[in-house]
């Protein structure tokens, strides 16, 4: 794909979908952590769910805390590894408020030290919530990255750097919700609706199906 046409690319998402959001619920820093700490493995329409009911008991690490790992527990057993995500994120909380007063950071390094927190999360709080121009490479960005042409790399880690070099500046603090939407929704693992897909003319997967 040649600048030329990333750039199209991203236009036409853009044009489809100007402003691109997280399909996670969400009322605060604090409460994006979680729910990305949570959606590990699990869809972001099972993490509402179960999110819901618990943000309403526990909305700040202080109140998450008290909860304890079995109360957490009880609220989010309906997603999958809900132990250890349980073990994460009560122990998440005691970190935010002995390190950083109850205040999610601003920091890749500081992000990163919490448990269960992964480059992936640590890309997502600090584009979501502080508007840096990370690009958070899952699942549907890895495959969308590699398959169109657009950041073709060996891990999530190659495609991210590639996305980072080739995606224009203009287009940098969206590109997460547009690529993830993309690949969720058109572009999907078993088979892109080629047929449906805006940006088709610019991809170079071949052979396309209809
Ligand atoms: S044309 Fe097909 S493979 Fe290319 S981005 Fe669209 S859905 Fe994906």
Redesign the pocket.
């Known amino acids: 794909m040649t600048d030329t046409q990333v750039e199209a690319f991203f236009a036409t998402l853009r044009a489809a979908n100007p402003q691109p959001a997280s399909e996670l619920s969400y009322s605060s820093v604090f409460e994006l952590l979680a729910a990305v700490l949570l959606s590990a493995q699990a869809t972001d329409v099972s993490v509402n769910k179960a999110t819901a009911g618990l943000f309403a008991r526990a909305p700040s690490p202080q109140t998450m805390l008290g909860l304890g790992v079995e109360g957490i527990e009880q609220h989010i057993r309906t997603i999958g590894l809900f132990r250890t995500k349980a073990r994460n994120l009560h122990e998440t909380c005691r970190l935010l408020i002995e390190r950083h007063g109850g205040q999610v950071p601003r920091d890749r390094a500081a992000l990163e030290a919490l448990p269960g927190v992964g480059r992936k999360t640590a890309n997502v709080v600090l584009n979501v919530a502080f508007g840096e121009p990370t690009i958070a490479v899952d699942t549907h960005i890895f495959r969308?990255g590699n398959?169109?042409g657009l950041a073709p790399g060996r891990t999530p880690l190659d495609v991210e750097q590639a996305l980072l070099r080739r995606v224009p500046a203009a287009y940098r603090d969206d590109a997460h919700h547009w690529l993830i939407l993309?690949g969720r929704y058109?572009?999907q693992a078993r088979k892109?609706?080629?047929g449906q897909?805006q940006?088709?003319a610019l991809?170079d997967?071949e052979p396309?199906p209809e």
């Open positions: 969308v398959r169109t993309h058109v572009c892109p609706l080629c897909c940006v088709a991809c997967f396309k």
